[in-house]
């Protein structure tokens, strides 16, 4: 079993920033590690991978604004968002892919126009 926490959502006004973080109860070393986030009335959509070996991929709609990052020796993925804009409003989702998968519990990030 994995227990991944989320941190560091809050409210932002647009153009702001936030670094998301998730921290996992053991190492992810070998995990692909990706953030998701859920809007209101909305499905749960990829926004950003982070595979072991470190190469990352991103959702159009966040390109060049948020850096998926993973520091292994804590244990920890981190999402840096910024410029950001009031549709990233969501519950932002820490999900790893470790022969199973885990999900955090969510974080919010609202952005204020």
């Known amino acids: 079993q994995v227990q991944l926490v989320e941190s560091g959502g809050g409210l932002v006004q647009a153009g702001g920033s936030l670094r998301l973080s998730c921290t996992a109860s053991?190492?992810?070393?070998?995990?692909?590690m990706r953030w998701y986030r859920q809007a209101p009335g909305k499905q749960r959509e990829l926004v950003a991978t982070i595979l072991s070996g470190g190469s990352t991929n991103y959702a159009d709609a966040v390109k060049g604004r948020f850096t998926i990052s993973r520091d292994n020796a804590r244990n920890t993925v981190y999402l840096q968002m910024n410029s950001l804009k009031p549709e990233d409003t969501a519950v932002y989702y820490c999900?790893?892919?470790?022969?199973?998968?885990?999900w955090g519990q969510g974080t919010q990030v609202t952005v204020s126009s």
């Open positions: 053991r190492s992810i070393f070998s995990a692909a």
């Open positions: 999900n790893a892919l470790i022969s199973v998968t885990y």
